[in-house]
């Protein structure tokens, strides 16, 4: 398993930005990007694999846009147009080799966005 550490996350006002980062220890063939709000369930929000187009939560789509350095083996979320209902605990998590089948998880960010 790779280890998984996030950053990036914080407070903005709506209609505002930030950018979560997620740097891994490995290589990675599917990452991606959960986020859980309180009483909520876990929620993916965007996953890129290899030579895959990414994929996206309706609710975040055209808002948010995932990519990855690969010579950093760091993946990224950048967030537009934030809104009050993204407000969450934001962790990425890396697939098993070959697999979006999630074995490795972050330790979380908060994003909070106030209106």
């Known amino acids: 398993q790779v280890q998984l550490v996030e950053s990036g996350g914080g407070s903005v006002q709506a209609g505002g930005s930030l950018r979560l980062s997620c740097a891994a220890s490995?290589?990675?063939?599917?990452m991606g990007w959960f986020r859980q709000a309180p009483g909520k369930e876990r929620e993916e929000v965007a996953r890129r694999a290899v030579l895959a187009s990414p994929t996206y939560a309706d609710s975040v789509k055209g808002r948010f846009t995932i990519s990855k350095d690969n010579a950093k083996n760091t993946l990224y979320l950048q967030m537009n147009s934030l809104k009050p209902e993204d407000t969450a605990i934001y962790s990425c998590?890396?697939?098993?080799?070959?697999?979006?089948?999630?074995?490795?998880w972050g330790q979380g960010t908060q994003v909070t966005v106030s209106s």
């Open positions: 490995g290589y990675t063939y599917c």
């Open positions: 998590a890396a697939g098993a080799p070959g697999t979006c089948r999630w074995t490795s």
